[in-house]
């Protein structure tokens, strides 16, 4: 059992909150209002350079070569390929780079991203991947479970190239691997106590990812 | 002109939003909910543990005695003091210590209290005293105001308590050591292109303390 | 069994040369050179400001009041006591102020402080408290063991007050209380890869403060 | 004039004698023994990872892009190509992996690379930049000096290989990029008083590289 799903299974109900929100349910029906998406994506424009310096601090505390090449491999993707797809994605989607650039911080993205950074700073690289980890796992497990509810709308919903995004195969291994080195780390450094404080850092990273999607 | 007068003149439509906001009209009328005056106090019981850890930052990034000597005595007040007083507090309006300690952390709290943290760990002390200042100064600034406001209900207003406290001699003189501390770091830190930044900071943290006081 | 023993028990060969340096031996027949002493003194005063950034950032680190206010007692300690006493100390020995003010870092010093200082940014307060702790408790060690040694000289030995201050009770209290500390945090934290790990950190801080004794 | 002329004068003694020490000299004349570059050769791998932790911490602190992506260039180069090349060049000196993986951290090491993190995480970008530029920029000029100097010994030199490769165009570029990134810093950043801490902070980390070279 992955060290992913005992957490996962520790905040199950906020898990549900976030997974399943009527943002995302709405998506996958195709029924988000234009205007909530947009600020969805603006929002998670400034969410990738916090996530970018996420993964710097946590090259900066790895103890080993391999957990820095991990934290390198998602600091590379974030600033030499997610962040020009992201400001391509929302031109398609009518948001300018300058109407994006310029857009303020909402309180939920900044509780979100600054947790993460504060609970690295303040503890291990363990205590910082469980916190990156309701987004970089949650959002794989969302694209695959919408992808494969038979319910999801794909004709006509242009949040459609969202889903097949997070259910492909090149976000599925980013999660993936985000899985495996958490348990490498979990392996190293677990003890019961320590569970305890990683299952309140996940519920709460995991109810911020809720309050993320805009309502 | 201090250094607080500028990063306040410059975002001052969002001071005016915080300083001003309807809970404390409320709280100066005596007509504020009690349960919201509650779920107030029980997050700033949360609060001054976050701000107990930015003041210990602080001691860490100073760079002189002085200012750490500034920092150990913010990080003393609210260890040795604060913590308590505040437990007190609670238990006069109903709340005991197990029902404060048991309150999860709301998203603006936490918004808040990581901004400043990872403000300061990302930049230097000033970044960090510039994202503390609006609460440090900010309350004896609404105190001293709500206390001269003829308006203010004085008698059977059962938040007066509150407004002595931050009016009072012992929160002005914290509030005006900020400001002291403040200038200091500002005179040997201040660059036109850092001025721009810390008025984004504390523009921000003034939006975040707005955002902290329940609706 | 301590943790601190296990630790200790790990590096025991660097141990010993630490605690047995011939500085160490040398102070105890009081035949050290006056001018090494007086090296000494003016490193540990730098040496001091460095370890109060070190329990400011244990302050920061800590998961719990208890771990804030062990490591403020830490940093209370040092800048509202110790560097004052120190200086006194200094003049006693014909060293001003000024003088011990515009000492340069020695490498050695630098070694040992900022080996602390980044590894308790990398890492957890436990991998902190473990890299403060060859100080801490070491000198403890050394100062019980002189006092309690018939070889050591103590009529006419200049250096005897320094054996009497570190085998007082106020300091073997200091080092009791850090052992308490060390094992509230390894009880919470401890893994055998950790304990590895530990094991490297605590040899690597005890050969720098072998290191540190000048020759 | 660059910002890095301005701290090289300030520190022009020690500049010397980091520059032209004589570890420098006896490698271009080829006298060096072997046994001392080996030892260097061991030390400057832990170096690398250090650096690249370094170089991490910068892309955690930068406050633009611009910043971010300088320092991942330098994340890279280090993880991606410098280490295993390092490993290659010892090699091709007699030392395994296994033996270079094996080499305990020397106080020198220690020394430099903690003073550059622990001033990274206390100040700003451009403390951390200012700390690390004796390393990126001084390892030009000494390849340049070298390789332009009739002395060097060319052929029959077994360490002019070494030369070449800081002479060479590729460190040339990285050494001149840390100079622009350096002036970007200093453009938004520098006052009278940050000058002087600074400066101080080069002559310190120009005075522990030249207690690198081993003797």
């Known amino acids: 059992m992955s060290f992913f799903s005992i957490l996962k299974g520790a905040a199950a109900t906020d898990w549900q909150g976030y997974t399943q929100h009527s943002f995302v349910a709405r998506l996958a029906a195709g029924t988000l209002e234009k ?93 910082l991947l469980t916190a990156l980890s309701p987004c970089i796992i949650g959002y794989a497990e969302i694209g695959a479970a919408l992808k494969a509810d038979p319910a999801t709308v794909k004709i006509g919903n242009p949040y459609y190239s969202w889903i097949e995004m997070y259910s492909g195969a090149e976000y599925q291994n980013v999660a993936a691997s985000a899985m495996v080195e958490l348990d490498r780390q979990a392996g190293a450094r677990l003890t019961p106590i320590r569970q305890t404080q990683l299952e309140g850092i996940f519920r709460t990273a995991t109810r911020l990812e809720e309050q993320f999607w805009p309502v």
Chains 1, 2, 3, 4 share one sequence.
């Open 35 to 127: 205007k909530l998406f947009q600020h969805y994506l603006r929002q998670d424009y400034l969410f990738l350079i916090e996530f970018a310096r996420a993964y710097a601090l946590l090259a900066y505390k790895a103890d080993s070569l391999t957990g820095m090449r991990y934290a390198l491999s998602g600091l590379n993707a974030i600033l030499e390929q997610e962040l020009s797809l992201h400001l391509k994605y929302c031109r398609e989607w009518g948001l300018s780079e300058a109407d994006v650039l310029a857009t303020p911080p909402s309180v939920e993205l900044i509780a979100y991203t600054r947790f993460v950074l504060d609970t690295g700073q303040r503890g291990d690289a363990l205590d």
